[in-house]
């Protein structure tokens, strides 16, 4: 279970991966405008097959090309088709938690039902995420169009061209008359105004025919409901365009954010210890090294950016040791830091013992009551053992 869902829970990927690629939409052909008939006298005009709906063309779409070698191989999952396979295990774990719920040896604080509860959430959260995101990006595609706007669509299509279909045409000529064909209704619909329509229909009706004003309003029907397709696309294209506006003003104000805090916390965290992060005066070579560190660190932290302007990047290898001498460096440097401030303490332990010595020792020539030592003097080694003896 957890490995069918493993593709909506990475998170570097998912939401751009689920969402690329478009399942396909079903479009059928568009009749072109049909040649009217030549006319025979016949005793029985022949009735017409089924009418079939037809969508509205899309305006500069190319014809698919037809393979010529060997069959194209399987098609990746959608995004879309990924998405409802994962909304069915949802169902599916759903299902086994009632299941655990019902069962009498189950108490209803048992852990894996409390597990499974928590597994569902999470899911149904994600799931949630992952279909807002496609929606936006291919809203055409998604179930609530399909259901809302297609299928109606569809469906007064199928309904208007069967109703038209069923009216006759009558042939003065020959006087004879046939049934109204899907192809003619449709050039109909196709025309481009209001006019124009109605025109085309009163060529096979007759000006004044009745069948004129009852095709035209099966014609209103259609693009009313294609209308409503249309807008409802539109809307969540420009609804897609100011969502992905507001995402980017987001990304770069967490970023302006993220980089402030990160100044910040370095800056107090140098201040806060400047004897390890701040030059020290007469340091040379140890000023040298801390500007060493800083800069391999920096370029690091940029993705391998040249030291100076117009350098060499960082190859890929040197990257790579880059990032594992930064990692054991930052790693041993709170033990270094610690016997650093231990020694510092220790040396100020002797100064002070030392002074305390100086201050106590005998002028010279002098000597205390009982003391036969080294006298205080330019004996420079007796006082060096004295300051060892007290170092231990």
Partial sequence: MSDAFSSLDKRGGDLESIATARPPVSKPKVPTRAKEPEQKPVE?????????????????????AKPTEAAPAEKPRTGWQRYHEAEKQIKELNSKLAAKEQAAAVPSDHPDIARLRTEIQ??????????????YRDY?????????????????????????????????????????????????V?????????NAAEAIFGEGSAKVNFLIERRNEILLAHQRAEGAKATFKKEGAERARQQQENFQRQGMERSAMFKKLMSDGIEKDPALYKPEEGDAEGNALLEK???????????????????????PEEMIAAHAEIRNKAAAFPRIAHKYKTAVARIAELEKALDEYEASAPA???????????????????????LDRIGR
Avoid: C
């Fill in 44 to 64: 029985k005009a022949a009735e017409p097959e089924a009418a079939k709906p037809v969508e509205p063309p899309k305006p500069t779409e190319p014809a698919a």
């Fill in 122 to 135: 999470k899911r149904e959260e994600r799931l949630a995420e992952v279909e807002n995101h496609l929606r």
């Fill in 140 to 188: 055409e595609a998604s179930t609530e169009y399909q259901e809302q706007y297609h299928k109606p669509y569809m469906q007064t299509a199928t309904e208007a061209t069967q109703r038209a279909t069923q009216l006759k045409v009558m042939n003065a000529a020959y006087g004879t008359t046939r049934a109204l064909t899907p192809e003619e209704f449709w050039s109909i």
């Fill in 190 to 198: 196709h025309t481009n105004d209001a006019d124009s329509a109605i």
């Fill in 293 to 315: 560190g800083f800069s391999l660190v920096d370029r690091v932290f940029s993705g391998g950016a040249p030291a100076q302007e117009g350098g060499t990047p960082m190859s």
């Fill in 364 to 386: 010279k020539g002098e000597a205390t009551s009982g003391d036969k030592g080294p006298q205080r003097g330019d004996d420079m080694e007796s006082l060096l053992s004295g």
